[in-house]
């Protein structure tokens, strides 16, 4: 059996890599964060794969309402700026909890 990162770069064999910000795999479910369509099911060696696709804003939308969406995949395949804006965007929601919290405790 293939592993992770594997299943993940031989999928993004079949789309437009070039486009793609981010990629990451959930059991039999490949997160694709790409600014051009992808195909909603790719096969990798036989194992069938839905695709859960983002353009890179909506992502970004979807994130800030709930970050499991990105913590919940094992990312293998990133463009660093943009995974610099994701992380970003990650720590800022975080501060912006604990800020609340600690208002909550006054």
């Not at 059991?27 to 794969?49: A, H, M, T």
């Amino acid at each position: 059996m293939m592993e992770e990162k594997e299943v993940v770069l031989k999928a993004l064999e079949k789309v437009d890599k070039w486009y793609v910000q981010l990629a990451g795999i959930k059991g039999d479910e490949l997160l694709i964060v790409s600014q051009k369509e992808v195909p909603k099911e790719i096969e990798v060696e036989g194992r069938k794969l839905t695709v859960k696709h983002y353009s890179p804003e909506e992502y970004l939308t979807v994130i800030t309402k709930d970050e499991n969406e990105f913590r919940s995949y094992h990312v293998y395949y990133f463009v660093k700026m943009y995974m610099r804006k994701v992380l970003d965007l990650l720590a800022y929601l975080e501060v912006n909890r604990i800020r609340i919290d600690e208002r909550d405790l006054l």
